[in-house]
């Protein structure tokens, strides 16, 4: 009598219980990409490609620091896609390693200035690099908006870790993304201004969305 009984209570506790649709990290990943793809789109259609990329493409330091950039985002998006699958002990931090490779081009902005002080103020000018700045930092709001979305439904065990990781990879995304636009060769600039776009967008992440992340 007493196995009936807890048998119907299980009975009756999942009655009204519906089969939920796995979390796959291949769907997380087609929203980031349709952000990058229409963040991209949205800032070449209103100021236009490079002009060099037409014909002998980028510059050596030019495509480093676009490639740097690249796997910072590619590797901090990865982490925040699998904050968004159940799971105990899983490792999140292989996003570090890019960040602490993508610090080689501040480092190397820094050199830039003791070698030359004068060159390097002319490259952090406010009149050319705030456009950088202000576009990099849009441009990556669709992979930042993807990438929440996808940990709202998954609710991460770490809020603060996960608005850290979710705005380094919409910051990377978005200077990925003015890299094709802006034409500036320069360590300086790229390091001052297109680095801005990644550091503001993670510290607006660690500010902004640990509150709406919450269980």
């Known amino acids: 009598m007493k196995e009936a009984s807890i048998d119907d209570l299980i009975d009756e506790l999942a009655g009204d219980l519906a089969p939920v649709r796995p979390r796959r990290i291949a769907r997380g990943s087609m929203w980031v990409a349709a952000g990058w793809v229409a963040g991209a789109a949205a800032l070449l259609l209103l100021f236009g490609l490079r002009h060099d990329l037409a014909g002998r493409g980028m510059p050596p330091l030019s495509m480093l620091a676009f490639w740097l950039t690249a796997a910072t985002g590619l590797a901090a998006t990865w982490s925040a896609l699998r904050m968004g699958l159940p799971g105990v002990g899983r490792d999140y931090g292989g996003w570090r390693w890019a960040v602490g490779a993508s610090l080689s081009l501040p480092l190397a902005a820094l050199a830039v200035c003791i070698a030359d002080g004068h060159a390097a ?95």
């Open 121 to 215: 103020m002319e490259a952090a000018r406010h009149d050319v690099g705030l456009g950088c700045l202000l576009k990099g930092l849009a441009s990556g709001l669709g992979v930042g908006g993807a990438l929440f979305f996808w940990l709202k439904a998954g609710a991460p065990t770490s809020p603060t870790r996960a608005g850290w990781v979710v705005g380094i990879a919409a910051g990377a995304a978005g200077a990925t993304i003015v890299a094709l636009h802006c034409a500036t060769d320069d360590v300086v600039h790229i390091a001052l201004w297109h680095g801005a776009a990644v550091l503001l967008s993670a510290i607006a992440g660690r500010l902004i969305l640990p509150r709406f992340l919450r269980w």
